[in-house]
């Protein structure tokens, strides 16, 4: 598998949508969950700016990454089965 393949599949536009809206959606979800009562009480001197950008960019990660793998691992298949057929 070559690196341009895998930056392809990084870069590409649905890849990337995706991810950007499960981390919107999962990042919302566990910021409360681990910060709830500083953002519910609005006490922002006490939130942890590192866990609030953490908690978004982990789900965007682990997406994308499973995305990526997919895509590629389909391809690996589709690339065999043209070999194969050929």
Known sequence: MSIK?????????????????????????????????????????????LKLILTFIVPYLVSAYSSVRTRLSLNLEEECENFSSA
């Open 5 to 49: 393949k895998v930056f392809a599949a990084i870069i590409k536009k649905s890849t990337v949508k995706d991810a950007l809206e499960v981390s919107f959606i999962v990042g919302i979800i566990l910021n409360i969950v681990n910060q709830g009562d500083v953002l519910f009480r609005l006490e922002f001197e006490n939130l942890s700016i």
